[in-house]
């Protein structure tokens, strides 16, 4: 069953800000949100947090990689993407 992707204000904020930059970064939420409606426990859980989790995509030619931080709201089987910032060279 595909889990229902919700994109916060503020991630809608920040996506919109680095497309200034990075050119294919809507590309890499797209397919970012395939995985995590498929996927939602893809990436490593945020320390402290038990439904807060981060997943990072694979850099490729010319885009950097980006982090997600997301929610997996497991009552209503929801991903709740929060945040995503680009993954600078030497960054882990």
């Excluded at 809608?12 to 395939?34: C, G, H, N, T």
């Excluded at 893809?42 to 990072?56: R, T, Y």
Aim: contains cysteine; charged residues 30%.
């Amino acid at each position: 069953m595909l889990k229902e992707i919700i994109e916060e204000h503020c991630f809608v904020e920040q996506l919109d800000e680095l497309q200034k930059k990075y050119s294919r970064v809507y590309d890499a939420k797209d397919s970012m949100s395939w995985v995590l409606a498929r996927s939602p426990k893809h990436g490593e859980p945020l320390d402290g947090f038990s439904d807060h989790m981060v997943a990072k995509t694979r850099m490729v030619g010319g885009t950097p990689s980006f982090r997600f931080l997301y929610k997996f709201d497991y009552e209503n089987d929801h991903v709740h993407m929060i945040a995503i910032a680009a993954v600078e060279d030497g960054e882990d």
